[in-house]
Nanobody
Framework: QVRLVESGGGSVQAGGSLRLSCAAS????????MAWFRQAPGKEREFVGG????????YYAESVEGRFTISRDNAKNTFYLQMNSLKAEDTAVYYC?????????????????WGQGTQVTVST
């Protein structure tokens, strides 16, 4: 089993930055591809970005391309989402997810493990 714990959420003004972290524990060899998803009230959970264990296969949603950066530190079993130039529409609960397969996946059902989520609120 894999346990994922997010941290770093909070409230920020539009144009500001936040850095989310996701710490993995347990069978971390199963976290071959990791991704961030987000879910705003009344909306479906959507893919934000992901990265393979190798550091390759980095993908972003169009809505965050150029503003968000994903990285991972395998030695620390930690995965990050640096969010810059935040907008009100980025407000959501952000979830860390991991899958055993090493290839990219953009749908929630493709992921085996999930964190509990962390709230990000961007005010104007």
């Amino acid at each position: 089993q894999v346990r994922l714990v997010e941290s770093g959420g909070g409230s920020v003004q539009a144009g500001g930055s936040l850095r989310l972290s996701c710490a993995a524990s347990g069978r971390t060899f199963s976290t071959n591809y990791m991704a961030w998803f987000r879910q705003a009230p009344g909306k479906e959970r959507e893919f934000v970005g992901g990265i393979a264990r190798s550091g390759n296969s980095i993908y972003y949603a169009e809505s965050v391309e150029g503003r968000f950066t994903i990285s991972r530190d395998n030695a620390k079993n930690t995965f990050y989402l640096q969010m810059n130039s935040l907008k009100a529409e980025d407000t959501a609960v952000y979830y860390c997810a991991a899958r055993r397969y090493s290839n990219y996946g953009a749908q929630p059902f493709e992921y085996d493990y999930w964190g509990q989520g962390t709230q990000v609120t961007v005010s104007t």
